[in-house]
């Protein structure tokens, strides 16, 4: 899987400085190497023109969100935005050929299938979202003081979640370390993790936020917003499944809200995936 491990690179590249050009210029790493992905996933068959042209479409359309000149143009452009998001999330746009890592499989005996793609589509909007529209640390002093700032309400929100889980039947204990897990967990975090929280909170928790600013209780709302939209994205898992994903949703938002930066949801979110994964029944009981 080249092309997802060169579009994981360059979504860790979001966080390194620019590249230097003449003339005083710069370019953002995550850049050429995304292109490099497009470049290696036309070559290699797992792209299609279509599917480059979606990705180059939402850049464009993500790009002029932040910068275009009137407001209406930058409202338009957001609506566009999240279509296009959206529809590489959920593996509508056509022209991706998604590699298959792990075949369908249950984990352990009791648990559902379990199927692990390398999503480039999911990924390629993640990656997009998070370098242009998402609100990031930029040094090390900004960093700690987001990871200090997540842990004790981190924490909360994992047994919370994973407690209200085993409750409702839909998990149990089960410590595993499953022969994929080195393969999982930097998938997990960097092609659907990272996608999802850009989304949910970058894009539209951030800008309801600045919307109802003025509005009493205007934070709460866009954090309840984002949750249950988020919510509603895990309706395929059942009506209790989403109802706790909601709640976790929820926690996502209030770190968020808390250190106004997207990597203490990432962060978080990436912490209960990785409890439900190693301790608990996953994706969920049969």
Request: glycine share 10%; charged share 10%.
């Amino acid at each position: 899987m080249p092309s997802a491990l060169l579009l994981m690179l360059a979504i860790c590249s979001v966080w390194l400085p620019s590249l230097p050009l003449p003339a005083g210029r710069s370019i953002a790493l995550w850049l050429p190497l995304l292109v490099l992905t497009v470049a290696l996933g036309l070559h290699d068959g797992q792209l299609d023109a279509i599917a480059a042209t979606g990705i180059g479409l939402l850049g464009i359309a993500a790009w002029g969100t932040a910068h275009a000149l009137n407001a209406w143009q930058r409202r338009s452009l957001l609506v566009l935005t999240l279509l296009l998001a959206l529809l590489l999330a959920l593996h509508r746009w056509p022209g991706f050929h998604n590699a298959l890592l792990v075949p369908s499989t249950a984990i352990t005996a009791d648990a559902r299938p379990f199927t692990l793609f390398a999503n480039l589509d999911k990924g390629a909007a993640g990656l997009l979202l998070l370098a242009l529209l998402a609100p990031r640390c930029h040094a090390w002093k900004e960093w700690r003081k987001t990871m200090c700032a997540t842990m004790m309400p981190g924490t909360v929100a994992i047994v919370l979640v994973m407690g209200l889980g085993w409750v409702a039947g839909l998990v149990k204990p089960a410590l595993k370390w499953p022969e994929f897990t080195a393969t999982f967990l930097p998938i997990n975090l960097l092609l659907t993790v990272v996608a999802e929280e850009a989304f949910f909170r970058g894009v539209i928790q951030q800008r309801l936020q600045a919307a109802l600013q003025a509005l009493r209780g205007g934070t709460g709302l866009a954090m309840m917003a984002s949750a249950l939209l988020f919510s509603a994205a895990h309706l395929g898992g059942g009506v209790t499944y989403a109802v706790i994903a909601g709640l976790a949703g929820f926690g996502y938002a209030w770190v968020f809200q808390r250190t106004g930066r997207i990597e203490a949801a990432i962060l978080l979110h990436f912490a209960v995936n990785a409890v439900h994964f190693l301790g608990f029944t996953y994706p969920a009981l049969a």
